[in-house]
């Protein structure tokens, strides 16, 4: 009996004993503060529809107003206080890229060079979100402006911002 202790307890002096227990401490360690995965970025691209707001919009400052449809499934993006987009050949879409709970809106505008009306707004229906909680940046690149904000995606919520 006292011999076999004795081989039990040489176990734990050894050389190859701690190589073994610190590479296993280190693959615990690395294991636990590797960062969760994230998914990978999907983009979607929605073509808007421009509309007239009215001359009193026509020195709207720019903004967005988003609103869940009553269904939950489906988001209409209002962008007010555009300037200078002609009817005839200008144009508004967005490409919406989601990671997880990450959205980023990217807008992307054709002026045109049609000497008709131009559009003080425009309207998109966005229906790549499901029923969940959105971190969202809104861009600009066109203006240099953005605005930042969480949505909650419920039936009829509506939400407006300024870009800044």
């Known amino acids: 009996m006292y011999f076999q202790a004795m081989i039990l307890m040489s176990i734990f002096q050894s050389v190859e004993f ?19 995965g994230k998914e990978a970025v999907r983009t979607y691209l929605y073509g808007g529809t421009l509309v007239d707001d009215g ?16 269904d939950g499934r489906d988001v209409v993006l209002e962008r007010r206080g555009l300037s200078g987009v002609s009817y005839d050949d200008g144009a508004y879409s967005v490409a919406v890229n989601v990671s997880c709970f990450d959205v980023t809106i990217d807008e992307r505008l054709t002026f045109g060079h049609g000497p008709g009306a131009t559009a003080t707004g425009a309207v ?3 229906e790549c979100l499901g029923p969940e909680r959105y971190h969202i940046l809104y861009r600009s690149e066109t203006l240099g402006r953005n605005c930042a904000f969480t949505l909650r995606l419920r039936p009829g919520v509506r939400l ?5």
């Not at 701690?18 to 969760?36: F, M, R």
């Not at 001359?55 to 009553?70: H, R």
Request: net charge negative; glycine share 4%; charged share 20%.
């Open 18 to 36: 701690y190589v073994i227990s610190a590479v296993l401490a280190a693959a615990v360690v690395a294991a636990s503060v590797k960062p969760s």
């Open 55 to 70: 001359a009193s919009a026509a020195g709207d400052a720019p903004g967005i107003a988003l609103e869940v449809s009553e």
């Open 124 to 126: 998109v229906r966005l």
């Open 160 to 164: 407006e911002r300024e870009l800044v």
